[in-house]
């Protein structure tokens, strides 16, 4: 089983909330220490006003994590489901961040589940309590 986040989220989000989550995902993700390409591996991530992606770098990357402010369904009238396995690979705390970060200002727009469980994710919610004054309160939609 690979190591796998999962949200849910409206079609379209704000655009004021997605850009302060934009700035706090530059802020936290500097602070953690850990080394990030673009959703490709290779370059810098990608942190714009209606996308965030970002991968691990050369063999510590697996699948990106992507998400941009306007997205559509795969099937019509269905919600918007995405996931990023990341193997637990040291770019994981970056995506657990930046999820605890999206749902802190997207609110009911979106919603994060995890294979992880809840206790795993304290690393991600202690560095953003830390660095942002919030997080510690996250908690998954469902494990």
Known sequence: MGWTHYWERDNDLPADAFAKAVTDCRLILAAADVRLAGPHSEGEPVFSRDEIAFNGVERQAC???????????????????????????????????????????LGDSMKVASDASDPDWDDARNLCQVCLGYGANFRLTRE
């Open 63 to 105: 699948e990106p994590f992507c998400i941009r402010t306007s997205e559509q369904p795969r099937r019509p009238g269905r919600p918007i489901l995405s996931y990023c396995k990341t193997e637990h690979l040291p770019y994981d705390l970056c995506v657990k961040c930046a999820l605890i970060i999206l749902k802190h200002h």
